[in-house]
Structures are given as C-alpha cells and as structure tokens.
C-alpha cells in the first residue's frame, strides 16, 4: 500500500496560481466588453455613440449570453457556496437557451423567439440574430460550464471532448478572419462574429481549458513532471506556428485566389487542433513513463510498499505539513518475530510469503493516505497522521487481522511481529528519521521484554508509547 502517488501529473501550483490570475482577468475583460455592448444596444444614443463603429456587431443575445457564461464560471470557482454553484447552472442554462434559440433559426428558421425579446434591432436584415459561428459556439460552451466540474470518468471525457470543440470553432473562426474567409465567421454583413466577439471566445475558451486542466485531460498541462513541462513549451508553438506559416502563404498570395484561402483558413485550424492533442498525448506518455520509473525507485519489489528512500522522502514531508498544519504524525515501527527461523526451517520462498503476509496486513488495517514501508530485511514502518490513541487502535486491529490468518491455518508459520511508538506531538524532532529511530528504540524495548517473559505474542505485539 502507498501513500499519496507521486505522479508526474500532479498540479503545479506555481502555474495554477499564474492560472488563476489570468482567469481573474478573462473574467474581467470579457464582463466589460459585454456588458458595454449590452448597454449600447439598451441606450444606443446614450451609450452605443461612446463605443466605436462596429459595436452592433455582437447581437444584444450574444453578448448577454457571453456575460452569463461568464458569470457562470465565476460562481462555479472552488470553494463555492451551494447557493453560488446553483447561480452558476442557472447562468449556464440561460446561456444555453440562447445559444439554442439562434441555432434554431439557423437551421430550421423558427427559434424560441429570444432574438427580439430584450431588443428591437429593427435594422438589421434578420433582426436580433446572432452568427450560426456563435450559437454554436454559445451553445457548446453552455454545455461545457454545465458539465465543467465534472471529475467522474464518463462526464470528465464529455467534458474534455466539448473543451476541444470549442477550440476547434474558436480556431476556425479566427482562421476566418486570417485569410479573409468571412464564412467562416458569418453569414452576412450585419449577421457575423465580431472581432470583438471573437476576442471574447477566445477568453472564454481559455477559461474552460484552464479549469480542465485542473479536472480533466489537460491537467497534464499544469502538472510537474517533464512532459508537463515539455507540453508548456509546445503546445503555443503547435497551436501558433501553423497559423504564422500560413498566414505568410496568404500574404504572399494572389489577392484572387479565394479558394486556397478557405483550404489554408480550414486545413491550418484541424492542423492546429492536431499538434495540439498529439502535444497532450506526448507529455501524459513521458508522465506515464516518469511515474514508472519514480515508481520503480521508491518501491519495494517483493511487497510493493515504499522502500526506504521513498518512506523517508515522503515521511519528511509529512512531518513537514504536520508542523506547518499543526497536526498529528505518529510512526509505528515493526519488526517480525520469526522470519530467520521461518527461512531457515521451512526456506527463503516460505519466508517471502512470510513478508508479503506482513505488508498485505499493514496495507488491509492502515489507510490509503497513511505512508506504509519496509525499510529493512523484516521492518515495516507506518506514518499515520494521527495520535497515539487513534494508533492504538490502529495497533489493535492489526492484531485483530493478525490472529485471524494465523487461525485460518493456511500457513505453515505463525505471523508475530514487535511494534513501538512515537508520536511527533510528545518529543523534540527536528528530522524525520529521528522519530523513526525513537519508534525503533521502542520497539527494540519490546522485543527484549518478550524475551525476558520467555513469552511469544502470537500475532500481537504490545504497544510502547513515546514518553
């Protein structure tokens, strides 16, 4: 049994704080330029003459749908309260209807009749109606903050699946503007994604990756390991160098050539989109194959648990967070009572079940977060975050499992170990390893006071306290 993994994908916090920050910021610019644009459309006069030509752009629905998704992702932040995570499905949710309305008049000329419901925009040639580009990319998105904080296996994927779809439009539309493809972003002249849409979508894709990166697939991103760090250099390079490469083919094109300008704008998106997975899939590999090896290092082979160098790596920050936390972290030390005799009666492959037997004890009575290791031919240490009365207990169930296989008459041996104490709250330690020594010494004082009883304790040791 181990402790907390040492993945290689476990998250960087240096970045996820740099993460934060820019999602602040997103969040910041995205609500200025919305709600600007949704002021204008309410007091055209008043507001919309202080904004610049194009303002009109965004539909009034567009921008409130952007604002609500926005508004959305902010509510939906970590440590939320309750009512707040409610606001922000509500907030997805009318974002969705929006985004469903626009895509149902695009497709099927009827809608839910939202596009004129705040205001009139008698101008335009189909009034209220925002780009089949960003109802789509509205509707996505809605979807996307629904289902964003999703960490089952299932929903995680949709999610992750529905964050690539919207890079994949966001890059479309911007290759649209790029090489001049303009349906690519729209389908008229007043029915369009905007430039300043556009840079909204951005911001908001960016929001989504960057909370799946703390949840789903691109957590690889965040992470600490060597792929993590390689797919942070790559991946701007995969996604922009496309774009320059072709965007330099266009400006050194024929202005005539319309067609090779939708090949370029379409195939540098999907190319994009491709080095882009192919840079996530690259770095969990080197993860998968660092963990390995990291693994491989820290184990012990026969039992799986930490080998010395990674309980004591591990136990050194535990004691770390213990006095930073002020908490509790005690270590039990234990020592078997009968492996020589056991190898030398019965054989080494006997005295290596005998091992194996002692681990698969600590790894069934000890939790998954405690740090269980053997550190030595028969010890096996454990550092559990608790007192010395939770570790009596602890201690007591052991022996309670302990006489349960030895009774069960499966094995040509009887399973006895030694154990002591010592607990970080009752001493002075500075390092790890002297607590561990202490709980050595104890149990060291153990075993000789069985020796003095001329007494086995078969499959239970008394514990000796840190005084």
């Known amino acids: 049994m181990k402790g907390e993994s040492l993945s290689s994908s476990q998250p960087d916090l240096t970045i996820l704080s740099r993460l934060h920050a820019g999602q602040h910021a997103a969040v910041a610019i995205i609500a200025v330029v ?12 008043l507001i919309g003459a202080l904004l610049p030509d194009g303002w009109s752009l965004m539909k009034f629905n567009t921008g409130l749908g952007l604002l609500l998704a926005a508004a959305s992702f902010s509510f939906a932040q970590e440590r939320r309260s309750a009512q707040q995570l409610k606001l922000s499905l509500l907030f997805a ?13 695009h497709v099927f ?18 009034p209220g109606l925002m780009s089949l580009q960003s109802s789509a990319f509205l509707f996505l998105l809605s979807l996307t903050l629904l289902l964003n904080r999703s960490r089952k296996s299932l929903m995680s994927k949709v999610s992750d699946v529905l964050a690539m779809a919207l890079i994949i439009t966001s890059l479309i539309i911007f ?6 493809a303009a349906g690519l972003y729209g389908q008229s002249a007043d029915t369009v994604t905007s430039p300043h849409t556009l840079v909204c979508m951005l911001l908001l894709t960016f929001l989504v990756v960057s909370r799946r990166a703390e949840y789903g697939v691109f957590s690889v991103i965040v992470g600490v390991g060597i792929g993590s760090r390689i797919s942070r250099m790559a991946a701007p390079i995969a ?18 050539w319309v067609s090779n300008a939708y090949a370029a704008a379409m195939s540098t998106a999907f190319i994009a ?49 213990a006095r930073r936390m002020d908490g509790d972290l005690s270590v039990l030390f234990f020592d078997l009572d009968n492996l020589k005799t056991t190898n030398d009666t019965l054989g080494h492959e006997i005295g290596n079940q005998l091992l194996s037997d002692m681990a698969g004890l600590l790894s069934k009575t000890f ?8 550190i030595g031919g028969d010890e096996y240490v454990v550092a559990v975050p608790s007192d010395p009365a939770a570790c009596k207990e602890l201690i007591s169930r052991l022996s309670e499992n302990c006489q349960v296989l030895n009774d069960s008459g499966e094995r ?32 060291y004082e153990q075993k000789q006071q069985k020796k003095r009883r001329r007494s086995e304790a078969r499959g239970e040791g008394d514990t000796v306290l840190n005084s």
């Open 367 to 374: 939790r998954s977060s405690d740090l269980v290791g053997r």
């Open 34 to 45: 919305t709600a600007l644009v949704c002021l204008a459309w309410i007091a055209p006069g």
């Open 109 to 126: 000329d009827s809608g839910l009749g939202l596009e004129t419901l705040f205001v009139a925009d008698t101008a335009a040639s189909r």
């Open 239 to 256: 996604l922009l160098l496309p774009f320059a490469m072709s965007y330099g083919f266009k400006i050194s094109a024929s202005a005539g």
């Open 175 to 180: 290759s649209g503007y790029c090489f001049g």
């Open 93 to 105: 949710s009318m974002a969705l209807l929006l985004g469903l309305s626009a895509l149902l008049v």
């Open 412 to 443: 040509q041996y009887t399973l006895s170990y030694s154990v002591g104490m010592a607990s970080w709250s009752e001493g002075t330690f500075s390092h790890f390893q002297q607590l561990v020594k202490r709980a050595d010494e104890l149990m």
């Open 273 to 321: 989109l491709l080095f882009f997975w192919m840079v996530i899939m690259m770095a969990w590999r080197i993860n998968d194959l660092e963990r390995d090896l990291r693994d491989m290092s820290l184990t012990d082979e026969l039992t799986g648990l930490y080998n010395r160098r990674g309980f004591y790596l591990l136990g050194e920050q535990a004691l770390r967070d």
